[in-house]
């Protein structure tokens, strides 16, 4: 398993307001993720990173913005917070893995964020 | 492009019983295939992932797969079921630059 640490576990925020949620990971794991996922529903890819200075924008877009500055460490920035933007937010990483048993990818607890 | 679908929105079960959570996958190539769960307030846990070989994968707390090519499904099953394997599972396929793509999740539901 992963050690995979998000902050803030739970947020609530007023509209407008500039917000930061902390991943980071003690692995070493090259390629890292973020899904959002609203209650019970399916999760969609938003941004990911295979490495340092590697950012790219996933699946489904997302006015945040993240960035990779040091290979454990990738925050995910909501320059100007709304309503919408209300969701479970989960960060992953991903070993290498090999040819034959593949890579897994492990998933932090989420931050549940309520902009209000 | 890769895809999964689980057919079923929620699962129910008696304690005891043998569980299946249906999962059926569409790729081009290989499929590398996952089940996660996740319970109430939490992130997903991995459970396993077939990447080749035998076709019965062994998992997390007694949980394993069955990978059927023929019929490309990926089902997850369990012999006897406990009240506390009740959560959110979901089937998951391997993407593009190894990006997962996930199914719309299934809950499991086991009655005491």
């Known amino acids: 398993e992963a050690d995979i640490y998000q902050t803030p576990r739970y947020l609530v925020i007023g509209t407008g307001k500039k917000i930061t949620l902390e991943c980071s990971q003690t692995?070493?794991?090259?390629?890292m993720y973020w899904y959002q996922q609203d209650p019970g529903m399916e999760l969609h890819l938003i941004h990911y990173?295979?490495?340092?200075?590697?950012?790219e924008k996933g699946d489904l877009s997302s006015e945040s913005t993240v960035s990779r500055i040091r290979t454990e460490h990738f925050p995910l920035t909501l320059e100007s917070a709304r309503p919408s933007h209300t969701s479970q937010y989960l960060c992953?990483?991903?070993?290498?893995?090999?040819?034959?048993?593949?890579?897994?990818?492990?998933f932090g607890e989420g931050s549940w964020l309520t902009v209000v | 492009a890769q895809s999964v679908a689980q057919p079923e929105d929620q699962v129910n079960v008696a304690e005891g019983n043998p569980l299946t959570v249906k999962c059926t996958y569409s790729?081009?190539?290989?499929?590398?295939l996952f089940w996660y769960v996740q319970y109430p307030n939490r992130g997903l846990q991995f459970l396993l992932k077939?990447?080749?070989?035998?076709?019965l994968v062994k998992g997390s707390y007694g949980f394993e797969a069955e990978f059927n090519k023929s019929q490309t499904s990926f089902h997850l099953k369990k012999p006897s079921a406990l009240v506390s394997d009740s959560a959110l599972y979901f089937c998951?396929?391997?993407?593009?630059?190894?990006?997962?793509?996930f199914g719309t999740g299934t809950r499991l539901l086991v009655s005491p």
């Open positions: 992953a990483s991903s070993d290498a893995g090999t040819v034959v048993s593949g890579n897994t990818i492990y």
């Open positions: 692995m070493g794991h090259d390629k």
């Open positions: 990173s295979y490495g340092v200075n590697s950012t």
């Open positions: 790729v081009s190539g290989n499929p590398y």
């Open positions: 077939y990447i080749t070989g035998d076709n």
């Open positions: 998951a396929v391997r993407g593009g630059f190894q990006k997962l793509v």
